[in-house]
């Protein structure tokens, strides 16, 4: 059976094609999968015949809302969404004044192993189709009742260890007759998978790549993320920058501050060096509480303290504002709390 979210538009177009259906067709159901219909008899335009004929051997995936919170503080709405296997993932919508953003998983878990991470706690299970990255922007939108503008592939798993479904998705949510998102309003993180850097510009796709570095050298990183010990600092660079040359957008980098490990002001110093050249912007992240781990994130003033000697190197550099403190919106956590 064929989960028609799982093909793109011209995928879609030949496959009706192939069963005797007029083209047309293909926008009108691409339309409807996009809008959240979950049957096929929701596809009121659609005659009875096209509807039996699609039901022989296709299907319309969804997904259940295992549980929903939404934050007292500032709005935020975590999802754990389960899928048709049983298996959960989590999406979280944050509210901005640009508008909504959703932030999506890739995967079932994640086989990267970064330490501070919980979503990686109990690896990786599988990754998902191109439908179910979909799926979660169809039905948080259709949850919350307002249009979703921006995505941040930041959720459970790591997106370029699933390339070719997060390509397809890429392609669909930025249909014109889908969603239409723009692709600058897309971010992927990575914790540095280098080849699949240098594939993700060959597809010159105008999204944004942040990069997942969390540490100024390779022997701290070494400790804290074990992709480092197969793709170190100076290779990760070099992909970065062949990325901001080929797509003309500027990398970003996400920084947990980790006390006592990655927050001192000789650590600021090296980072500095390392985003400087790529111009790159540092979103500088509390690290969050994992109850595995020891981590612990240092004062406020420690922190600001830190930012501020970025900036006086000429860095530019943010601490990102925690939103849905209250309903444990930092990733993997609500999925490792049911299993």
Known sequence: MIDLKDLDYDELTEYLVSIGEKKFRAEQIFSWLHKGAESYDEMTNLSKATRERLLQETYVSTLKIREKYVSKIDGTVKYLFELPDGNCIESVVMRYHHGLTICISS???????????????????????????????????????????????????EPLDNFDNVIK???????????????????????????????????????????????????IRDTIMPVNHRYKIEELLKACKAYADTTGRRISFEYSLIHGVNDSMANAEELAKIAGPLHAHINLIPVNKVEERDFKKGSREEIQAFCKR????GI????????GADIQASCGQLRKKVL
Do not use: W
């Open 310 to 313: 970025l900036t006086e190197l």
């Open 107 to 157: 995967q079932v878990g994640c086989r990267m192993g970064c330490r501070f991470c919980a979503s990686t706690i109990g690896g990786l299970v599988r990754s998902l189709t191109a439908g179910e990255i979909l799926n979660q922007v169809i039905f948080a939108q259709k949850d919350v009742g307002e249009r979703i503008s921006n995505i941040v592939m930041m959720g459970i798993g």
């Open 316 to 323: 530019n550099a943010t601490v990102r504002r925690e939103l």
């Open 169 to 219: 998705f890429l392609h669909n949510v930025n249909h014109e007759k889908g969603l239409n998102i723009g692709y600058r309003h897309i971010t992927i993180s990575t914790c540095g998978v280098v080849p699949m850097i240098y594939r993700l510009a060959e597809e010159k796709l105008p999204v944004t790549l942040t990069i997942s570095l969390h540490a100024p050298n390779n022997e």
